[in-house]
């Protein structure tokens, strides 16, 4: 058994649903578009033939059933439940929910400057688990405000104003780890990523060992272990309540990456699980950030 699988079984099964949180209005949207899509497939007809029946425009629905829509019209939603005669009415009512659901507008939506289209934040909000492992930097959901404040500074942001909307948002999203059923929260960290914490910023290496908790763990991936599994680059993988399915999430500075395929969910895994035995234990990832504390 894994560090993190016996963090979540010492944690109980708080993290199975979270009910208590609102519904990420994007987590809705990929919910439903995968929803209607299986409906599709259930009739034995394509994408073309349902569009040509409704009338609707080219490429239409393609653009529904691969969550390139931002808010869904409850009325399409409608009409495709009605051609793939879903007469079934706690079924219709589920999936009208969902559409009304996913046209509201998260909080990141106030932050579209500093947060782009939120894809990641609304995924974030309604996971089950996340798991990052991190090469160069602290993880968001465990930066301090002095640290993100420096990060954001360091990619070349250098009006006061917009680096202090930036570090608001960043420290809105940590909202999503004191949840009542927060997300069971897993990082591994290279050793690079903490040897660039300044003494000015040391405040951040307490803050990780601070947060720490039944639904929050940390593990190192020290340099003495040499060349290791995730070398290629940062990731995260988000996994939520059924019937969702994992997302990959790669952020590669210029453009996000979600990738959702089972060879990708797959192979990400298996990085993951690798990381993971190559890194120290949590107790001994504690005692290492303690050491670089008091140099």
């Known amino acids: 058994m894994s560090e993190s699988e016996k963090f979540a079984v010492g944690s109980g099964d708080s993290h199975t649903e979270r009910s208590d949180v609102p519904g990420s209005p994007i987590a809705r949207r990929r919910r439903l578009s995968s929803e209607l899509r299986v409906l599709r497939e259930d009739t034995g007809r394509t994408a073309q033939e349902v569009t040509d029946a409704l009338g609707w425009s080219r490429g239409k629905l393609t653009h529904i059933e691969q969550n390139q829509w931002k808010r869904p019209n409850v009325r399409d939603v409608e009409d495709l439940l009605d051609e793939y005669k879903i007469t079934d009415e706690t079924k219709r009512e589920e999936l009208l ?14 932050f579209t400057d500093a947060l782009g ?13 996340i798991r990052t492992f991190e090469a160069l930097a602290i993880p968001g959901l465990l930066q301090t ?11 070349g942001f250098v009006d006061e104003e917009e680096i202090s909307r930036r570090v ?12 009542k059923n927060a997300p069971l929260f897993w990082a591994i960290i290279d050793e690079s990523a903490l040897r660039k914490v300044t003494p ?18 940390i ?3 020290p340099d003495s272990i040499g060349p290791h599994a995730a070398m290629t680059g940062s990731f995260v993988i988000l996994d ?16 996000e990456l979600y990738l959702e395929k089972p060879a990708h969910l797959e192979r990400y895994e298996t990085l993951w699980r690798y990381s993971q035995a190559a890194a120290l234990s949590v ?3 504690r005692r290492f950030i303690e050491e670089l504390l008091e140099t």
Request: proline fraction near 3%; aromatic fraction near 6%; charged fraction near 25%.
């Open 219 to 221: 593990q190192v991936l």
């Open 168 to 179: 608001q948002a960043r420290m809105l999203r940590k909202q999503v780890l004191e949840a």
């Open 145 to 155: 405000e002095d640290y993100a404040r420096a990060v954001i500074r360091g990619g």
């Open 240 to 255: 939520f309540p059924e019937p969702d399915t994992p997302v990959v999430y790669l952020d590669t500075g210029s453009d």
């Open 283 to 285: 107790d001994e990832s």
């Open 117 to 129: 289209t939120g894809m990641f934040v609304g995924l974030e909000a309604e996971a089950r688990s």
């Open 97 to 110: 929910t969902l559409a009304s659901q996913a046209r509201q507008r998260g909080w990141w939506s106030s």
């Open 200 to 217: 000015e910023l040391k405040g951040q290496l307490q803050h990780l060992l601070d947060v720490q908790r039944s639904s929050v763990g």
